[in-house]
Every structure is written in C-alpha cells, then in structure tokens.
C-alpha cells in the first residue's frame, strides 16, 4: 500500500514539474535573445538565435557579422534541447543555428543508417553550415561546429570535411 500512494503521489509532482518546466521555458522564449526559426536547403527546421550586440559592436574589421556555432543536437533529442546552450552562447556573442537532424524534432526526412558518413545526417550538418557561410549577418570566416553526443560525431565527421571551419566541438555523450 505504501509503495502505491507513492506511485500515486508521484504523478501530480511530475506534472506539475513539467508545467513549471514548460511555463520557464516559455519565459525564455519571450525574454530570450533574438531567434529566428527557418527552413534550411533539404528541409531541416532550424533556429537562429543572434547576440543582441551584433550591430552595435560591428566594426570596420568585423563587418560581416559576429562569429557563429552550428550546434548540433544528440539522438532523441531536437534543437529546443540544445535551447539552452544555444541561448548561453548567444549571451556570450556568439551567433547560434540549431537545427533538427533528420527523423527528429519537426524534422519530416527518414533518419538514415550511417549518420557519420556523408550521405545522411552529414548532409543537415552541411547545409546548417552552408546557411551560415551565405548569410550577410555572420562572418563566415568564423563558423564553429559543436554538437552533444550523436551531433558530437556528426560535428567531428563533419569538421574533417571541412577545412574551412574555425572550430570543432564535441560533448560526450
């Protein structure tokens, strides 16, 4: 009997641990730094999340933009996962692009076998890059990728194509 009334007690608690998560969350969106939500080349839902000093600190030798990460979410994760983070990075002046891998988040293409290879989830990583690259409010000669545990190899795999790139971060799963 014990071990249910806690069972049973314990489903109220979570919900209302999910609806204070939720309604934080909501703060953030509203308060937090510019974002733009997009559609990157192949479909991939994506957001980007500027610092709010770019225009104000654009000098002569930084007229295209402030320096930008891709970052990369794990498996069964999406891009509101890497929200935080994202918004982190922003505060700190960086540009940020989020996006969903195919098979997650809003994400509607098959997740493919093969993730590291060049084929698949390389393909997102690419066009989330190349976004970047095209983009008048970024300096493109400062794109960094990072990415949390399969968006770790993605961004690893990724970066080894890429010679190009400013930098590369991985965190481990």
């Known amino acids: 009997k014990h071990v249910t009334g806690v069972q049973t007690c314990a489903l109220p608690i979570s919900l209302a641990a999910n609806l204070l998560c939720m309604l934080w969350l909501a703060r953030l969106e509203a308060a937090g730094p510019q974002h733009i939500d997009l559609m990157l080349d192949g479909g991939a839902p994506a957001t980007l999340y500027l ?12 007229v295209g933009g402030p320096p930008a990460v891709v970052l990369a979410h794990g498996f069964a994760s999406d891009r509101a996962g890497t929200s935080l983070l994202a ?15 195919r098979g997650h ?40 990728v990072m990415g949390h545990s399969m968006g770790a190899g993605v961004a690893l795999a990724y970066a080894g194509s890429d010679p190009a790139l400013h930098a590369a971060v991985m965190i481990p799963g």
């Open 51 to 62: 610092p709010a000093s770019a225009d104000a600190d654009r000098g002569a030798e930084d």
């Open 87 to 101: 918004r982190a990075l922003t505060q700190a002046g960086y540009a940020v692009l989020t996006f969903d891998f």
């Open 105 to 144: 988040g809003a994400n509607r293409n098959a997740f493919a076998r093969g993730w590291g290879s060049k084929g698949s989830l390389h393909a997102d990583m690419r066009s989330a890059v190349d976004f970047l690259r095209s983009s008048r409010d970024i300096d493109g000669s400062r794109i960094s």
